[in-house]
Each structure stands twice: as C-alpha cells, then as structure tokens.
C-alpha cells in the first residue's frame, strides 16, 4: 500500500500528468466561458428544444475520444519513459528490489490516475451539453456514462500497453512510434482487406475509443460487439503487460 | 568479524561485435563488518559491473555473492532494508526537489519523515533541500545519493565512487562521515579510483584489475607487500657508504647510492642482518629504514598488465 501511495503521488506530481490535466481543464474553462457569454447574447426559447435536438452522445464525445486514446499513449509510454531517462528506476529498486511488485505497481497507480482524470473530465463534458437542453438526464444520461466507461475502460487499456511497451523500449518515443507503426499498418494497410479489417486489434479498440455509434475510421458502420472487443483488448494488454514484468524482473535496469 | 559482503567466482560478461567482454572475470571478495573497505580500480576495471551485481541492478551473473548472509539476488528483499547503496551516478527525477525525492523514497518502504530530515543534515543539504534536483551541482546530486543511503539507517552501505565531484571540504566531510559511520560499528564498502583518498579514509583495501581480484587486506598489509628495498646511511662521508656498501655487496646484497645514503635491496626481516654485517666491520648505522612503495606506486605495479596477466 505505502508502494502504491508513493507512486500515486510521483505520478500526479510530474509534469507529463500535470500537465495534460491543465491544458484539459483550461480548454474546458475556456468553453464555459464562450458558453456563458454567448447564452447572455443569444436568447433561446428552450421550450423550442425537443428530445431529438438533445446532443447526439457521439458528438458529445467524438471530438474528444481520439485525442484521449491518443493521450493515452502518451501518458502510459512517458510515465514509465521518463523513469527510465532519469535513471530513477535504479534508485527506487535499490528500496523496493521486488520487481514485479513494481512495475504493476507502476501500472496500476497509471491506470488509476488516467481513469480518475477521465472521468472527471468526461463527466463536464457530458454535463455541459446536457445542460444545454431543457430535459437533462431522461435516457441520455446512462448512454452517457455507458459511453464514457467505454471511453475510459478502452483508452486505459491503450496506456497500458504503452507502458509494457516502454518497458521494452525504456524510451517514450520508442514505445509510441511502435504503437503508431501499428496503427498505421492496421489502418493504412491490412484494413483494406475486408475479411481481415473486423479481427484486427488495434482497430477494434479504435472503433471503440474512437467512435462510440461503432463506425470505423472509413466512415462506415460496423457492428462492434462491447463484450468481444473488451475482452480481446484486455488479453492484449495482459499479454504485454505479462512479456513486460518477465523482461523487467530479468533485465539490467540502470 | 563476519563478513557482511562475500562473493566467490563472480562473471559478468557482454557481448559485442568482437566477442564477448568479460567485464568482472571471477572476483572474490570479501568485507568484514565494522570497517571502511575501499575497492580500488582503474576505470574499467569492473568495480561497478561488481556492484551492480551486488546490489540487484544485474540479475544475470554466474558465481556467488551473499550480502548479510542472504544470497543475492533472490535474497534481496530479506536485507534490502539492512543495507544502503549508491551506484554510479545519483539517479533522482531532475523536477522534483532533493526532499520530494526522498520523501517518496521514505514512503514506499514506510519510512518517517523524520528519517528524510535527518539524512539531509547529515549530508548537509538541508538549505538546498526543496530546490530541483536537475538544478543541483554534482556535488551536490552526489550528497543526496548517500542521503538516500542513510535513509534506511543501514549497516552496511556500498557506495560506487561516492567522491565524485565534490570539492575538498565536500570530500573531507564524506571522509569524516564513512569513520563516523564506521565507529558506529556499520561497514561502509566504498570503490574508488582515488587512491590517496582510499588510503586515507578506508581500514582495508581490494584491489581489482581486469575484472579480478589482484591485492586484499588491511593498508599496512598491503604497503608491507610494498617494501622492497631498506635506506641505510653511516656517519661520515662517501668514502664510509663506499666501505659499506662493499661489505654488503660481498654478503650479496645489491646495493645502489643515493643521496641520503644507500639503497639496500631487501626487506624490513633481513634488517638485523645488515647491521651485524656492518657492525663486525666497526661500520655501525646511523639510519636503517624500509622504503615502502606507496599505494599508487603499489596499485600501480600489481594492476599492470603484465601483473594481472600473470
């Protein structure tokens, strides 16, 4: 526990978190205040709002759950990258030489602070266009908070696997660019192949993350099953995660 | 004494494109508790590879090192709170201060904050404390990796080349600190490549060289293997060291002037024999001493190439 508190605290204490967290929340403030300001010119009749002008919850997300997948990666790769830049792993395992004990530690302190970050902000998102309408909550709500696990269960899974990846390549850079060679690959080639396109990982999680209605990066609507992505995408990471705490219980940390 | 470090047949090896490199190639060592122990080499040597292997940053090795009785790497956990280290380079995250740094160090082993306080009055650092790390001086990087090392109030600490960068009064005060240390009954195992630093702070020594073990034991041992030759000087003048050196010379000891007197070839346990051989032709001594190498000349001799590939 007092492992899991000390990386709780290195994590949201650095930059690569504080950062994002900053930047996210003064695009937010900066929204509301545009909002406010053009509710005080722009009188509406909310009378005039009916249930079908309520956002759609795709749009209410879709700007957003790419960029988030995307800061994902990032924050996942540099959260262990950067530790190993400053050699500071060598420091912590001269305390802690239980390796595996630490980099899931590592792992889960990561997830835990993406996903509060996530959700919180996913939860401003969703509140500041349900508030423009007249009918707040009704069905919407749950689609809400449906989509938005969604959002933060998958993107979590992609910090992940960019943290085992890093702990591989030990630098930030390393472990994004391979995930992007990936994802480009996937999306630039195989995924022209018709048959292949729905069994390939990286764009299932995509068409998850990234497009909660399940339509792919080509504009065209595919049927995502929830439970069979979630499932795939949880056994990938395992199995990075896995190949990483064996390297890293094995390698010659410096 | 126990011995609170032992390691027999310790190799390391990397590979590279011209075959492997045998960085530690069968090192025995051990250290006995209570006692400054330096570890001496030339850059290269394998000193850190050694400590490494020591401290769990390199799991893969053959041979066998047991650190508080506990052998490593499997039984680090049990004594990873009992011993203290820093190797190469202090490794902190340059945007958090010396304190942070420590403090989340203290925390994942559930040490107090007092703990954090107290190790950076020892090192002195407590001015600079809340200060970045990335905007410390070497010296100053260097103080708060030992510390870290004192935050676990270890008995033993293993330190690779912790001297780095400091300035004299930085060196002195380290110095005062590994004694202190000492009389407080703790080992303090240190490597260096300064040897007039090792011979001033440490009871015992290890030489390495080309990843082996070449010279052991206390400082006087080690300079007593260093004697090779005995000063003797006469009353009078060049013609009385001329007579004596002839006597010597007929006994068959080899004999070389000097300005002080002669330069006799032999060691401090033939001593007696000189003079009786000086004073049965009425040449008595006025000055007998042994010329001891010091412990560069020595280290320099034992770590040469010739010495090592013997």
Redesign the interface.
């Known amino acids: 526990m007092n492992l899991l508190l000390a990386e709780l605290r290195r994590l949201t204490s650095r930059r690569i978190f504080k950062i994002p967290v900053m930047v996210f929340f003064g695009l937010l403030t900066i929204g509301l205040i545009l909002t406010v300001v053009s509710a005080l010119f722009v009188e509406k009749d909310p009378r005039s709002l009916h249930r079908s002008e309520v956002p759609d919850i795709d749009l209410i997300f879709a700007p957003f759950n790419f960029w988030l997948a995307l800061l994902a990666v990032v924050i996942g790769s540099s959260s262990l990258g950067a530790e190993f830049g400053a050699a500071s792993l060598s420091t912590q395992l001269l305390f802690e030489p239980r390796r595996i004990r630490v980099l899931l530690t590592k792992a889960a302190a990561l997830v835990l602070c993406y996903a509060a970050f996530m959700v919180v902000f996913l939860s401003i998102i969703a509140a500041l266009n349900i508030s423009e309408v007249d009918e707040p909550g009704g069905t919407s709500w749950p689609r809400v908070i449906a989509d938005g696990s969604q959002i933060v269960g998958v993107s979590s899974l992609f910090a992940l696997i960019a943290f085992s990846i890093t702990a591989f390549t030990r630098k930030t850079a390393g472990a994004v660019f391979a995930l992007f060679g990936v994802f480009l690959t996937e999306v630039l080639f195989l995924a022209r192949f018709e048959w292949v396109r729905p069994r390939l990982p990286i764009m299932r999680l995509i068409s998850i993350v990234a497009f909660s209605s399940g339509t792919d990066t080509f504009g065209e609507s595919v049927q995502v099953d929830l439970v069979a992505a979630f499932v795939v995408g949880t056994i990938w990471t395992a199995v990075f995660l896995g190949a990483a705490t064996w390297y890293f219980s094995k390698a010659e940390i410096r | 004494m126990s011995n609170v470090i032992e390691v027999s047949g310790l190799k390391k090896s990397y590979a590279s494109r011209r075959g492997p490199i045998n960085a530690v190639d069968g090192l025995d060592l051990s250290v006995s508790s209570g006692v400054v122990h330096g570890f001496l080499g030339a850059n290269g040597s394998g000193k850190t590879t050694a400590i490494?292997s020591l401290?769990?940053?390199?799991?893969?090795y053959s041979g066998d090192i047991r650190i508080l009785g506990e052998q490593m790497?499997h039984g680090?956990?049990k004594v990873?709170d009992r011993f203290?280290?820093l190797?190469?380079?202090?490794?902190?995250?340059?945007?958090?201060s010396g304190r942070?740094?420590l403090e989340?160090?203290a925390?994942?082993?559930?040490f107090s904050k007092a703990s954090v306080v107290s190790a950076l009055e020892t090192v002195g650092l407590t001015d600079r404390a809340d200060h970045r790390f990335g905007t410390y001086s070497l010296g100053m990087k260097q103080r708060l990796?030992v510390a870290?090392v004192l935050l676990?109030d270890p008995e033993l600490l293993i330190l690779d080349e912790p001297a780095n960068g400091l300035d004299p009064p930085g060196i002195i005060a380290m110095r005062t600190l590994f004694r202190r240390l000492a009389s407080e009954g703790r080992t303090v195992f240190v490597s260096s490549h300064m040897l007039a630093e090792v011979e001033l702070s440490c009871d015992r020594v290890t030489m390495v060289a080309k990843g082996r073990m070449v010279q052991s034991g206390s400082l006087d041992e080690l300079r007593s293997l260093g004697e090779s030759s005995i000063e003797v000087s006469v009353p009078g003048g060049i013609q009385e060291h001329e007579s004596a050196a002839e006597v010597l010379r007929q006994a068959g000891f080899g004999v070389v002037h000097e300005i002080e007197g002669l330069k006799v070839a032999t060691t401090s346990d033939r001593a007696h024999e000189l003079t009786k051989l000086l004073a049965d032709r009425d040449i008595y001594v006025s000055v007998l001493r042994p010329v001891i190498q010091n412990l560069e000349e020595l280290f320099i001799g034992l770590t040469s190439e010739e010495a090592v590939s013997q």
């Not at chain 2, 401290?55 to 893969?60: A, K, L, N, S, Y």
């Open positions: 490494r401290v769990g940053q390199i799991r893969e790497p680090l956990p990873i203290g280290a190797v190469e380079a202090p490794s902190f995250f340059p945007n958090f942070r740094n989340l160090l925390k994942s082993r559930g990796g870290a676990k």
